[in-house]
Nanobody, 126 residues
Framework: VQLQASGGGLVQPGGSLRLSCSASGRSFSGYTTGWFRQVPGKDREFVAGIRWADGSTTYADTVKARFTISRDRAKNTVNLQMNSLKPEDTAIYYC????????????????????WGQGTQVTVSS
């Protein structure tokens, strides 16, 4: 499975961006898809995750109420709508896939994910 993240860019504080993660090689069916982000010198940080089978979602406290993760069955993509962006949201964002349904206590752990996309840069700056 190859994952492709897209949609990053430069946006002003308070603005919005929509990231997309597409999969080639197979469907997301049965998977959990997560979004993580990383800045230089820091560990990769969990942002949000969605369990494909039932649409169950989990968010990091830092993005709750601002970001929304969703799945598009027809396009086999997972999207991350990011609103009210802040400078501290600046990072490289990665999508990741785990070939099973993760629960809320495990969805935030990077080592639960087998497949990773190449990352897309999000910069929030005026």
């Amino acid at each position: 499975v190859q994952l492709q993240a897209s949609g990053g860019g430069l946006v002003q504080p308070g603005g919005s961006l929509r990231l997309s993660c597409s999969a080639s090689g197979r469907s997301f069916s049965g998977y959990t898809t997560g979004w993580f982000r990383q800045v230089p010198g820091k560990d990769r940080e969990f942002v949000a995750g969605i369990r494909w089978a039932d649409g169950s979602t989990t968010y990091a406290d830092t993005v709750k109420a601002r970001f929304t993760i969703s799945r598009d069955r027809a396009k086999n993509t997972v999207n991350l709508q990011m609103n009210s962006l802040k400078p501290e949201d600046t990072a490289i964002y990665y999508c990741a896939g785990a070939p099973r349904g993760l629960i809320k206590t495990t969805v935030s752990r990077p080592n639960e994910y087998t497949y990773w996309g190449q990352g897309t840069q999000v910069t929030v700056s005026s």
